[in-house]
């Protein structure tokens, strides 16, 4: 049986100068209300300055109320300021442009309360589309962004700007960060929503308005997905830029032993330039390491520094003594790439767990 007639529900619009798509979409939320349904509608505006106030104004309903935040933008925060002032249980967020049709919210309210986490209006299921009229780039585009959402959702369109769940659900979410435009996926990552509806949608084209769609969306969702790496998986997050770091480690310390070799060779021996070179590059990894592999942890520069240098003692001195070795037969250069690579190996697994639980601990 059909239950969501009874169920209150928020929906919630962010808006940036949507004031031409508004009218028909608040038009189509009001049909939703005939019946028993308690329906509010919270856009949460950010000074568009293109009539959406007067608009919301001389409608004159009730239900349908205008949050104005000024001197801030941003639809994720945009979202989660309509989020905190919605007064129901049930949660529907979805855009102004007319592409989400506000038809599928019953079905996806009824998803929720037949006991999903999270539902979404989806275009990549069976019965959904996409209307015609998406450039290549656009789909390559939203192809490859969904891609990256893999590692942390099987859902068909974690892209979905169209989406419900519970306002209990919300509470669940660690540090929701409100950067980009993924909110959806930020929510159903963040307050580890296990069961995802998908509700087929008719994805349409918006006919009224820009895209807000730019170049630094996508930057932003680049760092979205970073974020939420370092969320879900924390040890892998961490280790693989503190592989990295270690890999361009090997090529900078060589590259200084390169440099001294030619600039100070005659003066310095080589014990002496390896010795430079070590610290040098072993400062460089400290530094990268620190704002890439232990981005979380607490504690001062200067003990994290004397923390991390005790740590790298063992791979130092194999490195050391090797590129010593290797030195007598070989360039300086060469020597030192064979004695790095080696330290480094040895080190690796070593130096990232003496990091991780003495230097760069999390609070
Ligand atoms: N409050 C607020 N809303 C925003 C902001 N940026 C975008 N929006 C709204 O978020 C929704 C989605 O933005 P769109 O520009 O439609 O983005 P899109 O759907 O990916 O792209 P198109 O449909 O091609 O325009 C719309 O309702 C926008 O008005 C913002 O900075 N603040
Ligand atoms: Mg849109």
């Not at 998908?198 to 084209?205: C, M, Y």
């Not at 308005?209 to 997050?237: D, I, M």
């Not at 590259?255 to 610290?279: E, Q």
Request: proline residues 4%; charged residues 25%.
């Amino acid at each position: 049986m059909r239950q969501d007639s009874l169920i209150p529900i928020s929906v919630i619009i962010p808006t940036y100068r949507e004031a031409g798509s508004l009218p028909d979409l608040l038009d189509r939320l009001a049909n939703l209300r005939e019946g028993e349904r308690d329906l509010e509608v919270i856009v949460v505006d950010d000074d568009s300055d293109d009539g959406t106030e007067e608009l919301i104004a001389s409608r004159g309903k009730d239900w349908e109320r205008l949050i104005v935040r000024r001197g801030e933008r941003g639809l994720s925060s945009a979202v989660l300021r309509g989020i905190e002032s919605a007064t129901k249980e049930m949660l529907v967020v979805m855009d102004a442009d007319g592409s989400h049709p506000p038809e599928s919210i019953p079905d996806m309210v009824q998803a929720v309360q037949d006991g999903a986490d999270f539902s979404l209006g989806s275009r990549y299921v069976s019965g959904g589309s996409t209307e015609d009229g998406w450039g290549v780039l656009r789909w390559v585009n939203s192809k490859i962004a969904t891609l990256m959402a893999r590692p942390f959702t099987t859902v068909r369109d974690p892209m979905s700007g169209f989406f419900c769940l519970r306002a209990s659900t919300v509470q669940r979410g660690e540090s929701l960060d409100p950067i980009g435009y993924k909110i959806g996926l930020e929510l159903i990552v963040k307050c580890r929503c296990e069961r995802v509806a998908e509700v087929p949608i008719h994805f349409s084209t918006r006919r009224e308005g820009e895209s807000k769609l730019t170049l630094r969306v996508q930057w932003e969702y680049l760092l979205h997905v970073l974020n939420l790496c370092r969320f879900k998986y924390p040890r892998l997050a961490s280790f693989i830029p503190f592989a990295l770091v270690g890999l361009s480690g090997i090529g900078v310390y060589t590259g200084l032993l390169a440099v001294l070799d030619l600039l100070v060779g005659d003066a310095f021996s080589k014990s002496v330039r390896i010795v430079i070179a070590i610290a040098l590059s072993m400062t460089w990894n400290f530094f990268w390491d620190r704002r890439l592999a232990f981005w979380d942890a607490t504690g001062g520069i200067v003990r994290q520094y004397l923390g991390f240098v005790a740590v790298c003692t063992v791979p130092v001195l194999v490195n050391f003594f090797v590129t010593l070795y290797f030195s007598d037969r070989l360039v300086l250069p060469t020597a030192g790439l064979i004695g790095s690579v080696i330290g480094s190996a040895f080190g690796l697994v070593f130096n990232w767990c003496g990091n991780r639980w003495l230097v760069f601990r999390r609070s």
